[in-house]
């Protein structure tokens, strides 16, 4: 089919007005939100909303314009009629459109793996936002998968360096050069924390899905394992931003790793998105969605063999639960968890979840009584986690303590408490985390009323000499 030259969409540049892209871009996001929706909009989908290139917006961004602009149609915002749209970015005319409220439909499920959860909230339409993500990481050209660019200092400078030659075929090298990439950010994260890595991290992300969109691989398990390591690192590099506040950034991140997942039918890539967007969800105050979205996970996990990433993904249920203020549930939830995480290691445990043992279970367990109020449970559980904490884990040793500082000055343990977050500052000066930071701050307000007692004193004094964030927006992030 010939292609057609884009046609500046001039109505709709007209009514941008005088803001920029990026301010245009954010009102796209509230206002989606408003009714329930969500978009990965950014300035760069508003560039190609404007010059053409998307010729008819999916379902969901179809709702928010029409929720922004009342009694303006599609046609009023210039965009082409659907029926006259073909192509990756739009659905064919015989695709029938869904009721006005309902989200668009996902992809059939592949013959041998779980059906995906069209029923979550907060997860896009697939061919169609896919397509959108992917191009916030793409740059044209030569792509290189630089492990380099995610050092701290000289410490990483020898790492290796690919790059993907001009022919279009990708081979073991670039494959491995994406999985290496992956390890390299899971290994500064545990050492480090998230601020300071991430927009480093952005780099070998582009480079990934270049490589997806650079054209055919020599196998069809080469493509797989493209497929998986590129999701994977998106869904790494969504990590550092929720951990350094980057709540919109991090879902996006997430969304395109879970629509890598379903184009390439990867159940375990699935599973790990929504993982982390029912995380995302529970931190963002969204509860219910957090829920619905390990529940999902649930789903594309049944079939893998790896009862400890169902035992991971009940906590994620029993966090949104805890949020609801579901006790009964979230406790069924915990138990279920304990089940399956006493089932042991497994053969199908994807690598991902190296961090997963007991010290993390007993610190999400914490963070679940933690969210229903019940401080002195929270704090028992919080002092098993970081009893049993490897030490390696510099950022979880201090995320554990944190809570755990937090914790004990809800119960009123004022001393412990103090004492407990003279240890998270003995670390800050290794760890750049601007969710401990807060955790950390939030436990000291809480001592502030107690600041007569000579223990909270002097953690209040040394707290407040603590260096501001130089990284980092400063909203809730996380990971526990």
């Known amino acids: 089919m010939a292609s057609t030259a884009a046609v500046p969409n001039l109505a709709f540049r007209q009514l941008r007005g005088p803001r920029s892209a990026g301010e245009f871009a954010a009102a796209v996001r509230r206002a989606a939100r408003e009714i329930g929706e ?56 015989s695709d029938p459109q869904p009721p006005a409220g309902h989200a668009a439909h996902s992809p059939p499920a592949r013959p041998g793996r779980a059906p995906g959860p069209d029923d979550v909230p907060g997860v896009p339409d697939i061919p169609e936002e896919s397509d959108v993500l992917r191009r916030v990481f793409m740059t044209s050209g030569t792509a290189t998968v630089a492990a380099a660019s995610l050092g701290f200092g000289q410490a990483h400078a020898s790492a290796a360096r690919v790059s993907v030659p001009a022919q279009r075929r990708v081979g073991e090298a670039e494959v491995s050069a994406v999985e290496e990439a992956v390890r390299q950010i899971r290994l500064l994260d545990d050492r480090r924390g998230a601020d300071g890595l991430y927009r480093r991290a952005a ?132 138990g279920r968890a304990r089940s399956a995480f006493e089932q042991g290691p497994a053969a199908g445990d994807p690598e991902w979840m190296s961090f997963f043992r007991e010290a993390e279970l007993e610190l999400l367990e914490a963070q679940c009584w933690s969210a229903l109020g019940d401080w002195s449970r929270a704090a028992r559980h919080g002092r098993r986690a970081t009893v049993l ?92």
């Not at 790793?257 to 931190?283: I, M, Q, V």
């Not at 009862?307 to 939830?333: I, K, Q």
């Not at 937090?406 to 000066?429: F, I, K, P, S």
């Open 389 to 480: 904490q490897d030490a390696h884990f510099t950022r979880n040793l201090a995320l554990y303590r944190a809570q755990l500082t937090a914790d004990l000055a809800r119960a009123g343990r004022v001393d412990e408490a103090a004492a407990t977050g003279h240890q998270v500052l003995d670390l800050l000066d290794r760890v750049r985390s601007s969710r401990i930071r807060r955790m950390l701050a939030g436990a000291a307000r809480v001592l502030e009323p107690r600041a007569g007692a000579a223990e909270a004193a002097a953690f209040l004094t040394r707290h407040a000499t603590l260096p501001g964030e130089s990284d980092g927006p400063g909203r809730a992030g996380a990971e526990g």
């Open 203 to 334: 780099r070998p992300l582009r480079a990934a899905y270049e490589l997806l969109d650079a054209g055919t691989t020599a196998r069809q398990a080469t493509s797989d394992r493209l497929h998986a390591g590129a999701g994977e690192l998106a869904i790494s590099v969504g990590w550092l931003a929720h951990d350094s506040g980057r709540l919109d950034d991090a879902r996006s991140h997430y969304a395109e790793a879970l629509a890598t997942a379903r184009l390439a039918g990867d159940a375990g890539l699935e599973a790990h998105a929504f993982c982390n967007t029912s995380f995302l969800a529970r931190d963002a105050g969204r509860p219910r969605e957090a829920v619905r979205a390990a529940e999902a996970g649930l789903r594309a996990a049944r079939t893998l063999g790896s009862p400890r990433l169902v035992a991971l993904l009940a906590l994620r249920e029993a966090g949104g639960r805890a949020g609801l203020g579901d006790r009964a549930g979230c406790d069924r939830a915990i």
């Open 38 to 93: 969500q978009v990965a909009c950014d300035a760069r989908y508003i560039g190609r909303v404007e010059s053409g290139e998307i010729r008819c917006p999916n379902y969901a961004y179809e709702r928010v314009f029409l929720h922004m602009f009342p009694g303006l149609s599609l046609t009023d915002l210039g965009f082409s009629a659907r029926e006259t749209v073909r192509g990756r970015g739009a659905r064919i005319a």
